[in-house]
């Protein structure tokens, strides 16, 4: 499922915000051409969207000595955050969708199910977040992929792709963040066979920034839309409370109660009311949505791997990975105002890290906005691309 109740509880156990970072940041380097039109809005949009953005002239050798911000009509908040560079209506207006065919790829003896849509121009990897799948940028994949090649990616765990058991090994040896940026690295090595720009939701974002600083050569860019800040991690939860904690994670994993638990989870009710939590309009939680997300949830090995992850509270977090990311690797962040669970109020301070070039906030949009407002979304990722392509190595 894309939250669940370790998103809910961070709320709670969060000690402290997160660091404060340095101001300065780099824009895109200049487009020429007038500003594209705006998508257009969904009516169910209200509110008013803040637009964080500030440019210098190149990225490599500038960075951004000061930001300003403008708070534009809901309607316009796709219009306002293109606004800020400019190109050809053509290069972020769609044609009519491109097919979207499914394939498998063995990676390190497991299988790993992945879509794709599009034949040339520019990667990008889209990369899901905590109990997702490919199938969550179903409306995605086929708008991109007549901009460029886009790929939706299983990771190692969830949604179609191998189920190695986590309880054979330590804790979290198998699910985390290290062998996720492994995973996107060989994918874009061996699948895609160049460098490509990496679009992550949720904990997929944490994923793909690991994989910036791994190895840089395979990562032109990251899109973050709601990032998780991983409000369980252990340098987040009040000293008082980490045995407690702990406790209940290895009772969760290890005992029975956890299979129970998970049995609970993986219903259609549940499913459903965890989605409406998490998106800001829940009439965009549709059946095709829950079985989005359930049927591959329903798997032999999926309870464990759950399981496994929600007793993940070390590994990397954004406001470590963000400060180390190479200049050579572009970050922009997208973040819905109406998620619950990771509040855009933390969030800001995200991008105020040297490496986030842009802070685009999307007005009555939940944690998942690819899905609930890819009309929203999909400009901007593809207006990510054009601003970076011609700096960043591979198709142009």
């Known amino acids: 499922m894309p939250t669940l109740p ?26 020429v051409g ?30 951004r000595a000061s930001a300003s911000t403008s708070t534009v009509p ?16 053509s290069r972020v207006t769609p044609p009519e969708p ?20 599009g034949e040339s121009g520019p990667a990008m990897v889209l990369v899901h977040g905590f109990g997702g799948n490919a199938d969550h940028w179903r409306k995605n994949t086929p708008v991109l992929g007549r901009r460029g090649r886009a ?38 090595e061996e699948v895609v066979g160049e460098p490509a720009f990496v679009m992550c939701n949720s904990v997929g974002g944490v994923a793909g ?13 990251v899109v973050l839309i709601n990032v998780s800040l991983r409000g369980l991690h252990v340098t987040k939860q009040p000293a008082v409370i980490r045995p407690f904690v702990r406790a209940l994670q290895t009772t969760l994993r290890e005992t ?58 070390g590994g990397p977090l954004p ?20 998620d619950p669970w990771e509040v855009v109020k933390e969030g800001r301070a995200y991008g105020e890290f040297e490496s986030v070039d842009r802070f685009i906030e999307l007005p009555g949009v939940g944690h998942c906005p690819m899905d609930e407002a890819p009309e929203l979304v999909n400009p901007l990722l593809m207006e990510f691309v054009e601003d970076y392509r011609a700096s960043t190595p591979g198709a142009p």
Not at 41 to 53: H, K, M
Request: proline residues 10%.
């Open 151 to 188: 790929f939706a990616i299983d990771l190692l765990g969830y949604g179609y792709s191998s189920k190695p058991d986590p309880m054979r090994g330590e804790r979290n040896g198998i699910y985390n963040f290290e062998n996720w940026s492994r995973q996107i690295r060989a994918f874009c």
């Open 6 to 31: 370790a998103a809910a509880s961070a709320r709670i156990l969060r000690a402290r915000p997160a660091p404060a970072p340095r101001r300065s940041r780099a824009g895109p380097p200049p487009r």
């Open 98 to 117: 491109a097919p979207v065919t499914e394939h498998e790829w063995e990676w390190e003896g497991h299988t790993i199910r992945y879509t794709r849509s």
């Open 256 to 313: 029975g109660v956890g299979k129970t638990f998970f049995a609970n989870v993986a219903r259609e009710e549940t499913v459903r009311n965890i989605l409406r939590e998490a998106y800001g309009d829940p009439d965009a939680v549709t059946d095709e949505l829950v079985e989005c997300i359930l049927k591959p949830g329903l798997q032999p090995g999926a309870a464990e791997v759950f399981l496994d992850f929600i007793s993940y509270s």
């Open 74 to 89: 809901a309607a316009a908040a796709a219009s306002a955050a293109l606004a800020a560079s400019a190109g050809t209506p």
């Open 34 to 63: 007038g500003p594209p039109p705006p998508p257009a809005p969904r009516t169910s949009r209200t509110g008013t969207a803040r637009v964080v953005s500030a440019f210098s002239s190149s990225r490599g050798s500038a960075r």
């Open 319 to 338: 406001e470590e990975l963000l400060p180390i990311v190479p200049r050579s690797v572009p970050v922009r962040i997208l973040w819905g105002q109406a």
């Open 209 to 221: 920034l690991q994989a910036a600083v791994d190895d840089a050569r395979w990562i032109r860019g």
